[in-house]
């Protein structure tokens, strides 16, 4: 790669990471580099993670993210995108954010997984991606932008690590092979409204696909999932607005509930 790229990639992962810290927006990458390849967009993530866990962060999953159609059609997308997951972005059931801590906050809901083993390398099917899961959970991801706007690409999402900002993790529970997770519904209320629903099925037909599209994609770049990770399989809805003074909470029948608090 030559010098000029490799400045530039540190130079935009420099500015997102300031955009966030100084809460203001910086324009698209799309408006400014229109043929952005996805693989630039992935160094220019890499680049901004990497920079956090030298300040001290720590790597403990990765998301998959726009990998339903409800969440496809509402980012203008056709295929997934993923981040990654540091430990600072967690917080547990009943914790509370404050709204004007973020930017430009939405919300989902998600089936995630703790993984019991190893999962990496391009040959990764569905039935060794239950085979790798030891726990499940819901998940309400907080994503958020650091650009102007929602109106953004898929490399836009990419190199801003997949809009991710928090993640509130539900209670774990061992992954059961007799529950038929594509069937569980997940219901989002809104202040004890429910607002939105969703299938397992909604993400790629399987949520363990997402499992299964995440070590393909890393098995590229000679990387994969590991023991121990924690993975989000991307949302069953379209995204909702974080308003302040409001608590969402998504349950499904199988799951324990998962529950956040806006301040």
């Known amino acids: 790669m030559d010098e000029l790229r490799v400045q530039w990639i540190n130079d935009e992962a420099k500015a997102l990471l300031a955009a966030g810290r100084d809460r203001v927006p910086v324009t698209s990458l799309s408006e400014r580099r229109p043929a952005l390849a996805l693989d630039d967009a992935y160094r220019v993530q890499a680049a901004a993670v990497a920079r956090r866990v030298a300040d001290g962060a720590r790597v403990i999953g990765h998301k998959a993210g726009v990998t339903s159609q409800a969440m496809q059609e509402q980012m203008g997308a056709d295929e997934p995108d993923s981040g990654v997951l540091?430990?600072?972005?967690?917080?547990?059931?009943?914790?509370?954010?404050?709204?004007?801590?973020?930017m430009q906050p939405r919300v989902e809901a998600e089936i995630a997984f703790r993984l019991g083993c190893d999962l990496a390398g391009p040959d990764v099917d569905v039935e060794a991606a239950r085979s790798a899961v030891a726990e499940v959970f819901l998940a309400l991801e907080v994503i958020d932008t650091r650009f102007t706007g929602w109106q953004i690409t898929v490399a836009d999402s990419i190199a801003d690590n997949a809009s991710c900002a928090r993640v509130v993790t539900g209670s774990m529970v061992p992954f059961d092979p007799d529950v038929d997770l594509t069937a569980e519904p997940l219901v989002v209320s809104v202040d004890g409204t429910a607002v939105a629903t969703g299938e397992g099925r909604a993400v790629l037909g399987d949520p363990f696909r997402a499992l299964v599209w995440l070590a393909h994609r890393l098995a590229r770049f000679g990387a994969g999932l590991k023991a121990g990770d924690l993975i989000l399989a991307g949302?069953?809805?379209a995204s909702l607005p974080l308003e302040a003074a409001s608590t969402v909470r998504a349950h499904a029948p199988h799951l324990p509930p998962v529950e956040l608090r806006v301040a």
Do not use: C, K, P
């Open 86 to 102: 540091l430990d600072d972005m967690l917080l547990a059931s009943g914790s509370s954010v404050v709204r004007s801590e973020l």
């Open 235 to 237: 949302a069953v809805h």
